[in-house]
Nanobody, 115 residues
């Protein structure tokens, strides 16, 4: 069983920045893949950034050049740095990992981009 706890969401003005964190209850060395998804009201949940083990990081076209996914083995955490935020980035953001054939989700953190 893997528990994921996101933090760092909030209200930010257009053009601003936020960094989301996802703390894992097990060693992230053991994860086959790590990713961030988001879900806006009335929309499906979509991949934002993904970090599969041993393969290139990939980003949704809408966030390329603005968002950066990273990890820390010391902090046992996954991060999503978001720059140049736009109102259309408003959503609940979820941490997602694949571990030993299972998929795990965090509880989500709200990001609202508004002036």
């Amino acid at each position: 069983q893997v528990n994921l706890v996101e933090s760092g969401g909030g209200l930010v003005q257009p053009g601003g920045s936020l960094t989301l964190s996802c703390a894992a209850s097990v060693n992230i060395h053991s994860f086959d893949a790590m990713a961030w998804y988001r879900q806006a009201p009335g929309e499906q949940r979509d991949m934002v950034a993904a970090m599969p083990y041993g393969r290139d990081i990939n980003y949704a076209d809408s966030v390329k050049g603005r968002f950066t996914i990273s990890k820390s083995y010391v902090q046992n955490s996954i991060y999503l740095r978001m720059d140049a935020l736009k109102p259309e980035d408003t959503a609940v953001y979820y941490c997602n990992v694949q571990h030993r054939g299972n998929i795990y989700w965090g509880q989500g953190t709200q990001v609202t981009v508004s002036s």
